[in-house]
């Protein structure tokens, strides 16, 4: 009798156990759901009690933004007249070779390479073995939000990339890129450092006026705190909004971290996918009559509220 009590009481205690754990009653929203979850996690460690809210707290910064009493950027407003000086300018130094100064400004130099060997990927894409060489040219000095105008001729043969950038230390970038083969197009783009994504925020624009390779123009990148505006010969060409970089968490990727002003010309020819973008690879067999690139001159205003601006 003894053994068939307990039985009965072992069964009666499993069944009251198995309703306190039944799943939440049919009309418990998802909401109500989330909101336990997150009230059981406060009780475990002292988190914010919003789902976004926790997320940026575990994310380190997005990026840094400058307030005032903070220290500011020291920037420089200035005019350089390439054809006269190349004062607050710096090329690399195993590049000397690939630059001159001219009556048109600084003429870049894509030198060819010492073996040219065409390959083909397991696609059939071409690509060179080795690449020419050309020159990367950087300000001196930082800026962090600001409007800088270059004045330029891009190289003309497909595969050569001129470039005309703002690069930060951390990864931050903005780009006008020029391919020598798009003779009436220019490319913009933007990267955010802590997480580059490629194929995501370019843009191709048509260049009026004249061919990019032959012709001069005014290219501008306007950058603010809110958006960033690319002009060609005073026109804007295209804008990028900073709310619109923003994902669900808060996290904004938009470029904030100072930078330099960047010039390039380079060889996209190396990789077979970066020869198909750039309009190559380049044939270094055929004749070539100079891939040159020509800076005429860069105007850098530094925004005052973010920069402590120099003479």
């Known amino acids: 009798m003894v053994l068939i009590r307990s039985l009965f009481l072992l069964i009666f205690i499993t069944v009251a156990l198995a309703q306190d754990v039944e799943d939440p009653e049919p009309d418990a929203t998802q909401s109500e759901l989330d909101d336990q979850a997150i009230v059981s996690s406060v009780m475990y460690a002292p988190v914010p009690t919003n789902r976004i809210a926790v997320n940026r707290h575990q994310l380190p910064p997005p990026e840094y933004i400058a307030t005032s009493g903070e220290q500011k950027t020291v920037c420089k407003n200035h005019r350089t007249d390439f054809s006269k000086d190349t004062t607050g300018w710096q090329v690399e130094n195993s590049m000397q070779d690939t630059y001159d100064i001219i009556s048109n400004g600084l003429q870049f130099h894509l030198l060819s390479p010492s073996k040219y060997i065409r390959m083909h990927d397991q696609n059939n894409l071409p690509y060179n073995e080795i690449g020419g060489r ?178």
């Not at 931050?172 to 925020?201: A, P, R």
């Not at 990148?221 to 923003?246: A, F, G, N, Q």
């Not at 800076?295 to 005052?304: E, G």
């Open 134 to 311: 050309g020159p990367t040219l950087n300000a001196t000095s930082y800026m962090r939000y600001g409007r800088v105008s270059a004045t330029l001729r891009s190289a003309g043969t497909g595969g050569a990339v001129t470039a005309f950038i703002l690069m930060a230390d951390g990864g931050d970038e903005i780009d006008f890129e020029f391919l020598g083969g798009d003779k009436d197009l220019v490319q913009s783009n933007y990267f955010w450092g802590q997480s580059k994504e490629y194929n995501v925020n370019g843009g191709i624009h048509k260049v009026e006026g004249g061919h990019i390779d032959t012709t001069f123009h005014k290219y501008t990148i306007d950058w603010k705190p809110d958006r960033i505006e690319w002009l060609v010969d005073d026109k804007v060409v295209r804008t990028r909004i900073r709310s619109e970089t923003c994902d669900a968490t808060g996290v904004c990727k938009f470029p904030s971290q100072p930078a330099r002003v960047q010039f390039g010309l380079w060889d996209g020819s190396i990789e077979s996918g970066t020869a198909e973008w750039s309009k190559g690879p380049i044939d270094w067999s055929a004749p070539q009559h100079g891939i040159q690139a020509f800076i005429k001159s860069v105007q850098v205003d530094c925004n005052p509220e973010y920069n402590q601006i120099v003479n």
